[in-house]
């Protein structure tokens, strides 16, 4: 360590930390700690101790490149590079320890002081001295903030009201007359208390708190990429939730599954897995980006999840740490690709895309033994039906003349002339289908009218077929391959083009013909054979024997009464014994550019070609029999394929739209975000000013269950604090953080600091549970209170930060829907089925076409198929949430657009027409009728002028619509619907 201090530090100082220390980082590098060479910067690690030629450092000072040279403006002493490279040579020693500063400025020391960053405390709430008017522990704190800003807090609100709030808030419906008549007849003193844990233990409660944490999961039932792909799973994911919150599933719990589910599940128990590996589609289910499952578009899926984790479990903006470290939180560039590399190193379910357009990389939700087992079934029936169409494919080729040579020319003579060749053909560079390239021969194929010509390009330019029903060797059996090909005649060029013919894209090489404009040869062995000299500009014939029993070939090549032959010439010494590809490119045996070659009349068979010159092949017509053969065949060829690819689709075992472990690695600090500049490497990690550090063990998998138990330890000092912010949210519209989903340095302090501690203490010590959270609260007189105004507060606290009435609220999107829906008894309260989508085997959306629909349904809205890029009129025209992003809070808007939906939807009318004869069927006349239908639709009791209004309205409206009994009560009824006693919640 001396020789750094006496040689090494000062250097720096004087040359290097004006650019790279704590007040200006030029490439992303610091110099002035060990720990910021250690990260190093924009062209990744910068010292590697112990090899100075290796050092990006040493390069630098010496200056050897143009466009790497430091110091910028003045060069380094000789023997100041010379201390350098003996520095790094010792393994570059550095006493330094890390500054408190990140790069962006956050003083680490200073962060920590941040009252999100500190442990919850264990709050006593203030004293009852003078204080008469709290009735839980929760109010004491509220009364003092109150006493503080010389506040009165409103009365209790009546009890009809209170049952309304409480029911809505708790399941997001609307109280029955039974329900309502049951809570009023209640007259102990613990009637509200009852009433709260009759709304917990309804499944309705689910329903509600369930979609709440959608809006935080960014759920939708699409991919959300251009084409918006359907991912019908995407409900087990929804339904898990809604069980979850149902049950009063531990909130650590709860976390820990949907971050590490599928590594839990491997741990038992058995009945667990399921519900554990469905668990992680929180990872999985926000917006998904690219064609395909590739590397070159994950990278912005793993930016999404990065940003959800952080904001909607931990309050704190992570992704602006994606470039650079962040400039407002304690958050380092590397801590961000250490959580990168956690995210890296998990498998991500596909859910289709416009370039691969199936699902893929499901996890299984059973255990890995019986997937495997269950898989190598289905891989069994798929090859037996595969061999059925083989088998009658090969039939209907071998009865329409085709068989193993193709047919006529191979497909030739179906090609267009002056285009390039297409299928079945493959062709790569110059190819041109022109009558010009009609062989003279007709000994193979009948007469045509046209050939291929293939031009000189690339080596690896040519053509390719692949033969249908290719051959395979059999006993007793040859194989018979014939091709007529002719060099340009006028040719420079002095290379060779090359036939192959074999098994796949040169997989397994029967044998390889190589042709210049002046000899054609054979390979034989690992040398290459002339045959015989060529004429440029002269057509010739090849025809092969193959004996796979002996491994040989032989054939003869020419022209008609000049053909020489070649006898028993060694097969490849690798070949598999399959031939079905042949194969013309520039890979021949003389490199360089090949010539221009015609090719026509190729073909492959058992049964062998005529001679040169013998009698022209001609073709010949089917018969009535034959071509209804024909016909049959491939209506049961047909009928085969589509029974394929339905068992192809076929879920053996049910899968989640989830994640499971991939393959352990650490990311790269991407210079600037950019995945295609990669720097040094990050280990994977969790943030440090949370008490976090890097994996204990980095091979042991990828770090997503030591990531979920850090967040959901009782030690982490946000989690909790921000869920319990987000349940006061969504019971009183507002939390104490009015920035839900920004803890940080830059977010609101809480307005009872110490309430939100007390409760998130009480909150942890009750093992997480959210029921026992909603008792705190909703126990409390703060809960209870009107929400009327007070001239006097208002002046003081305009926006009610210190509760001193209950905030008046706008039902949401779904609570609207589905209390129209209840009132109207049309209500389907039963859990549906899976979505209607199209079948798998259907989809072909694009970005140009995606997929879009609506679904209708009378089940609650949180049922609804929720679209990603093409949101529900309905649900989006009310301010749900966007499930592209992580919702913090829902907007609350009043717009034009909205009155004249409920003035003029069918939906509104239909409502309104079922709730009118809902009302009628009730015994009563028609006072008792208007009073049931304001505490069905309101919940409260009409006043003396309402009941008279209304009554002045159906005497009017029935003079004016007289067309059917129900059309009055129907115009009411709709006037109840869409008023602000039911549009809003007291």
Not at 164 to 184: C, H, I, N, V
Not at 317 to 325: E, I, T
Not at 330 to 354: D, H, K, M, N, R
Not at 380 to 395: F, H, I, S, T
Request: aromatic share 10%.
């Amino acid at each position: 360590m001396s020789f750094f201090e006496a040689n090494i530090r000062p250097l720096f100082i004087e040359h290097c930390q004006k650019c790279h220390g704590e007040k200006k980082q030029e490439s992303e590098l610091r110099l002035d700690s060990k720990a910021g060479w250690q990260k190093g910067g924009g062209h990744g690690a910068v010292i590697v101790p112990g090899d100075a030629e290796g050092s990006t450092l040493i390069k630098a000072v010496r200056r050897v490149d143009k466009d790497l040279q430091m110091p910028p403006k003045r060069p380094l002493a000789a023997k100041d590079i010379a201390l350098l490279e003996q520095w790094v040579k010792m393994g570059a020693p550095d006493p330094r320890v890390a500054t408190t500063t990140t790069s962006s400025g956050v003083d680490m020391e200073l962060a920590k002081k941040h009252w999100s960053f500190q442990p919850v405390r264990r709050v006593v709430p203030p004293s009852t001295e003078g204080n008469t008017w709290s009735q839980q522990p929760l109010d004491r704190f509220v009364f003092s903030g109150l006493k503080q800003q010389a506040l009165r807090p409103n009365g209790k609100a009546d009890r009809r009201t209170l049952m309304r709030r409480a029911t809505f808030d708790l399941t997001g419906l609307p109280p029955t007359l039974e329900q309502m008549q049951e809570f009023l007849s209640d007259t102990s003193p613990d009637a509200f208390d009852h009433l709260i844990e009759r709304l917990m233990a309804s499944t309705a409660y689910g329903e509600r708190w369930g979609r709440h944490w959608l809006d935080v999961a960014r759920y939708a039932d699409t991919a959300g990429d251009g084409a918006d792909y359907p991912v019908r799973e995407a409900i087990k994911y929804r339904d898990w939730v809604i069980k979850a919150f149902n049950a009063d599933q531990p909130y650590d719990h709860f976390l820990r599954e949907q971050i590490a589910g599928d590594i839990l599940a491997a741990q038992g128990p058995p009945a667990e897995f399921a519900h554990r590996v469905t668990a992680t589609g929180f990872l999985a289910v926000g917006k998904r980006y690219g064609y395909k499952p590739s590397p070159d578009y994950q990278y912005l899926d793993f930016a999404d999840a990065i940003d959800s984790v952080g904001r909607s479990l931990l309050g704190l903006s992570l992704g602006c740490a994606r470039c650079h470290d962040h400039k407002f939180d304690p958050v380092t560039t590397a801590e961000y690709y250490g959580l990168y590399g956690i995210f890296q190193s998990t498998t991500w379910a596909f859910p289709g895309g416009e370039e691969q357009k199936r699902p893929s990389q499901f996890p299984a939700l059973v255990p890995p033994a019986e997937a495997a087992r269950l898989d190598a079934n289905k891989t069994a029936v798929l090859a037996r039906l595969d061999a059925n169409v083989a088998r009658m494919k090969q039939q209907r080729s071998m009865l329409d003349g085709k068989g193993s040579a193709g047919g006529i020319d191979l497909g030739f003579e179906e090609q267009t002339i002056g285009k390039p060749l297409t299928k079945p053909w493959f062709a790569a560079g110059p190819t041109t289908v022109t009558a010009d390239a009609q062989s003279a021969f007709t000994h193979i194929h009948p007469q045509g009218k046209q050939g291929v010509r293939v031009g000189s390009g690339k080596p690896n330019d040519g053509v390719r077929y692949v033969f249908t029903n290719g051959l395979r060797a059999t006993p007793g059996k040859l194989m018979h391959f014939s091709i007529d090909f002719r060099t340009e005649a006028a040719t420079e060029k002095t290379a060779a083009y090359r036939f192959f013919l074999g098994h796949g894209v040169v997989q397994s090489t029967a044998l390889d013909i190589s042709v210049t404009a002046n000899e054609i040869a054979l390979r034989n062995g690992g040398k290459w054979e002339v045959l015989r000299k060529l004429n440029p500009g002269t057509w010739f014939t090849l025809r092969i024997t193959i004996d796979p029993a002996r491994k040989t070939y032989s054939g003869i090549v020419g022209t008609v009464g000049d053909l020489t032959a070649f006898q028993d010439k060694p097969l490849g010494a690798n070949w598999d014994g399959i031939a079905d590809t042949f194969i013309c490119d520039g890979i021949g045996h003389v490199s360089g550019a090949a010539p221009t070659r015609d090719l026509d009349n190729i073909g492959l068979q058992e049964a062998a070609f005529g001679e040169p010159g013998s009698a022209p092949v001609t073709a010949t017509k089917p018969s009535a029999e034959l071509i209804e053969r024909l016909k049959k065949l491939d209506a049961d060829i047909a009928a085969a394929i589509s029974s394929r690819e339905d068992e192809a689709t076929k879920d053996v075992y049910p899968v989640a739209y989830g994640v499971s472990e991939g393959k352990p690695i650490n990311a790269r600090i991407q210079f600037r975000g950019e995945p295609d500049k990669p720097g040094a490497e990050a280990p994977r990690r969790t943030l440090s000013i949370l008490g976090g550090g890097t994996l204990p063990d980095p091979t042991a998998g990828s770090g997503r269950l030591e990531l979920a138990n850090w967040i959901a330890s009782p030690a982490n000092p946000l989690t909790a604090r921000v869920f319990v912010n987000r349940v006061w949210q969504w019971h009183f519209g507002r939390g104490l953080v009015t920035t839900p989903s920004d803890f940080g340095l830059r977010g609101d302090a809480p307005s009872h600091p110490d309430l939100i501690d007390w409760l998130t203490s009480e909150f942890i010590a009750s093992n997480w549970s959210m029921k026992a959270l909603h008792r705190l609260i909703m126990r409390s007189r703060t809960y209870q209170l009107a929400s009327d105004d007070d001239a006097e507060n208002l002046k003081l606290d305009p926006g009610n930060r210190w509760l001193w009435r209950y905030e008046r609220q706008a039902l949401d999107a779904e609570s609207i829907r589905d209390a129209m829906l209840a009132v109207s008894g049309r209500l389907d309260r039963s859990v549906p089925g899976p979505h209607p989508f199209p079948e798998v085997k259907k989809w072909a959306y694009t970005i140009h076409k995606p997929f879009q629909a609506v679904y209708d349904s009378d089940h609650r809205s949180v049922y609804l198929m929720i679209q990603r890029n093409s949101r529900h009129p309905f649900l989006s025209l009310f301010d749900a949430a966007d499930p592209n992003l992580s919702a913090q809070q829902r907007m609350s808007s009043t717009t034009p657009t909205q009155s004249l939906f409920l003035m003029n939807s069918p939906f509104v009318r239909e409502q309104s027409e079922a709730f009118a004869r809902r009302l009628l069927a009730l015994p009563g006349d028609d006072v008792k009728h208007v009073r049931l239908a304001f505490e069905m639709s309101q919940g409260r009791v009409p006043t003396d002028s309402e009941m008279a209004d209304a009554m002045a309205f159906i005497l009017a409206s029935r003079s004016k619509l007289t067309r059917d009994g129900t059309a009055a009560w129907t115009s009411l009824a709709r006037v109840l619907l869409t008023s602000n006693a039911f549009l809003y919640l007291d």
